[in-house]
């Protein structure tokens, strides 16, 4: 149930980003994955080569406004690594112009920090998705309801 529960949403934000323009997410796997949560706040994660977003099954205990949220932002990492920094440009080929950002914003990508790259995430999450990406609770999870913005340092 928890697993159905997990793919099946899984699922439809990946249709969502399709439906967006982002073809390159057309072959991206979700694998339920127990050793994915390794620590508390990690329950969800993305494959450089954006072909898989391994979930945990206990991601499904949280409540839906978090299960959205991680699920987005790994889908916001996922076309982030997809389109290599480019996305602004693909997204003007066909799909509705998602992100107004300048050839030269993404000059950098390949030497962002690791916060650059969550922040990118949680960014190309909202665009897709049309949310806010918040963080809460003692954990600091991702969540499209409330919390803070954007992501604090050092979690
Ligand atoms: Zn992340």
Redesign the pocket.
């Known amino acids: 149930m928890k697993y159905a529960l997990l793919c099946n949403r899984a699922s439809q934000l990946r249709d969502i980003a399709l439906n967006q323009g982002l073809l390159r997410l057309s072959d991206l796997a979700v694998i339920v994955d127990p050793k994915v949560h390794d620590t508390d706040r990690h329950f969800a994660m993305c494959s450089e080569r954006a072909d898989e977003i391994r979930v945990a099954p206990q991601l499904a205990d949280q409540p839906y406004p978090i299960i959205d949220g991680i699920l987005m932002?790994?889908i916001g990492?996922a076309a982030d690594f997809a389109y290599k920094g480019k996305l602004w440009a693909e997204m003007n080929t066909g799909g509705a112009p998602l992100l107004m950002m300048s050839r030269s914003a993404w000059r950098g990508w390949k030497r962002r920090t690791p916060y650059v790259v969550?922040r990118h995430?949680d960014d190309l999450a909202e665009a897709i998705f049309s949310v806010r990406i918040g963080y809460v609770g003692p954990l600091m999870l991702q969540s499209t309801e409330g919390g803070v913005r954007p992501r604090p340092f050092g979690i």
């Open positions: 932002h790994e990492h969550e995430a």
